[in-house]
């Protein structure tokens, strides 16, 4: 069976709720490969809420339906602050990226008490600030960056990753609507260890399943290089997503 956009593979889901140190409750999913434990762990961080960014969002929702099982890494995905998903809202206000910072808190809290494995953060467009800004932790192992405006980040940001030495992964729409490729180089220039990888013909929201494909292979090449490229298709058991 070739793996389609609404194929879900087999996965241990269980709803979560991440509490902040400023006392609110967010909404959050775990899936965890079945029967088996986690070689890695992504931390997903989704695009801006007020343009219709959650948790739901399609490329992280498709790497919590097939990353576990693929690769055996474990996702968590959550709604920041005032957010609201098919799992539900998340307590609070939206914070323009600032009181967010103990939203990303609280995830990496989450994935170090629950034991979880070399915790990478994937941040997506307005995730990717929140990353820059906030992610920087000593759990962390690194972070990969899909479509990053850069426009809530700062060079002071970027420095502090640089002077880390996390690997620090961005990949780049050809046609994104804020920062392409040329220009991102440009920008994360600054941090030797980065990367940009531009992607052609792709766009900001990586709408099609062959981005979508793309881009999962490059999150597997970083956080579980032994799957690493994914398979298309799959023999066993599965579901269809509804939403």
């Known amino acids: 069976m070739d793996i389609r956009a609404s194929t879900v593979l087999p996965a241990e889901r269980r709803p979560v709720t991440l509490h902040t140190a400023d006392g609110l409750g967010l909404v959050g999913e775990l899936a965890l490969p079945a029967g088996t434990d986690p070689v890695a762990t992504l931390i997903c961080l989704h695009p801006l809420p007020t343009h219709q960014g959650m948790m739901d969002s399609h490329v992280l929702r498709k790497a919590s339906f097939r990353l576990p099982a693929l690769a055996?890494?474990?996702?968590?995905?959550?709604?920041?602050?005032?957010?609201?998903?098919r799992h539900g809202t998340s307590e609070g206000e939206f914070g323009e990226g600032e009181t967010e910072r103990h939203d990303v808190a609280a995830a990496i809290e989450f994935a170090e008490f629950e034991g979880l494995p070399r915790p990478w953060l994937l941040g997506w467009s307005f995730g990717t600030e929140l990353a820059l800004k906030w992610g920087c932790d000593p759990e962390v192992a690194g972070a990969i960056l899909l479509s990053p405006p850069l426009h809530r980040a700062t060079d002071a940001d970027l420095d502090v990753w640089a002077r880390s030495g996390k690997p620090l992964v961005a990949l780049v729409p050809e046609l994104d609507d804020y920062l392409r490729p040329a220009e991102a180089r440009?920008?994360?220039?600054?941090?030797?260890?980065?990367?940009?990888?531009?992607?052609?013909?792709?766009?900001?929201?990586?709408?099609?399943?062959?981005?979508?494909?793309?881009?999962?292979?490059?999150?597997?090449?970083?956080?579980?290089?032994?799957?690493?490229?994914?398979?298309?298709?799959?023999?066993?058991?599965?579901e269809k997503d509804v939403l």
């Open 186 to 238: 440009e920008r994360f220039a600054r941090v030797p260890q980065a990367e940009v990888i531009g992607v052609d013909n792709a766009r900001h929201l990586w709408v099609g399943e062959p981005y979508v494909r793309i881009v999962l292979d490059e999150v597997v090449r970083r956080v579980a290089p032994g799957a690493h490229p994914l398979p298309t298709e799959w023999d066993g058991p599965y």
């Open 72 to 85: 055996g890494v474990a996702v968590l995905r959550f709604n920041t602050r005032g957010t609201t998903s």
